[in-house]
């Protein structure tokens, strides 16, 4: 079976500063990675998507992704954080062939100025 | 872009009536399409895979009589939550898989909240 998890509940970053959200995942092949954004009472929004090739995924507002298959991990980077970077970031994989997603707990971002 | 929405996005109801959520893909046929359910800071879980022209598959522990799941055509799928408790209220997400995309992955609707009083 396939699950995520997502080590930090809640960070609180600086406007401007760096954030890394971590994700590790348990599945027996080479997953589908994504990484959500949800504002407060809205839906998802998709970021980013590995599937295959580059390890290293460009997404959506600045995020990047990197799949590292040695450490089961899809870390969620952005090199300067803005004031509404501020949301929840979930963490989903998937199987190949069957597009049902297992979501993280998700990590909550704060940013202060 | 795929655009999927949800209606109502907001349902107050009362003990023992049945409330049904639209879910609909604007721009794109969506074979499938999936149920989630969100509880107030937790995650989004799975409730059930609904497929156009054929029955749901519901997740291990979800009453597939008490959540109906109708996936009438290629753009619309609806849950229905019948005889409503309160411990039914929650934040219901579905999602839609865009088939030409090639497996691009889920599209998500704004979701509905549901409280039942």
């Known amino acids: 079976a396939q699950s995520v998890t997502q080590p930090d509940i809640h960070i609180t970053v600086s406007e401007g500063a760096s954030l890394e959200l971590r994700c590790n995942y348990s599945y027996g092949a080479t997953p589908y990675l994504f990484w959500y954004v949800q504002s407060p009472g809205q839906g998802l929004q998709l970021l980013l998507k590995?599937?295959?090739?580059?390890?290293l995924v460009q997404g959506i507002k600045g995020f990047e992704a990197e799949f590292k298959r040695s450490q089961s991990s899809f870390n969620l980077r952005k090199p300067s954080v803005h004031w509404s970077d501020a949301a929840e970031y979930f963490c989903?994989?998937?199987?190949?062939?069957?597009?049902?997603?297992?979501f993280g707990t998700g990590t909550r971002l704060t940013i202060i100025p | 872009g795929a655009v999927v929405s949800q209606h109502p996005s907001r349902v107050i109801c009362k003990s023992g009536t049945s409330v049904k959520i639209e879910c609909r893909s604007l721009d794109f046929q969506a074979t499938t399409m999936f149920w989630y359910r969100q509880f107030p800071k937790q995650s989004l879980m799975l409730m059930a895979t609904?497929?156009?022209?054929?029955?749901?598959?519901?997740e291990q522990g979800v009453e597939k009589d008490k959540f109906l799941i109708n996936h009438a055509s290629l753009t619309l799928s609806t849950l229905t939550v019948t005889s409503a408790h309160p411990e039914d209220s929650s934040f219901y997400i579905c999602?839609?898989?865009?088939?030409?995309?090639?497996?691009?992955?889920?599209?998500f609707g704004p979701g509905t909240r549901l409280t039942v009083l």
């Open positions: 590995y599937f295959s090739g580059d390890t």
């Open positions: 609904s497929n156009e022209g054929s029955k749901a598959t519901y």
């Open positions: 999602s839609a898989r865009d088939v030409a995309s090639g497996g691009s992955g889920q599209f």
């Open positions: 989903a994989v998937g199987a190949r062939g069957n597009e049902k997603l297992t």
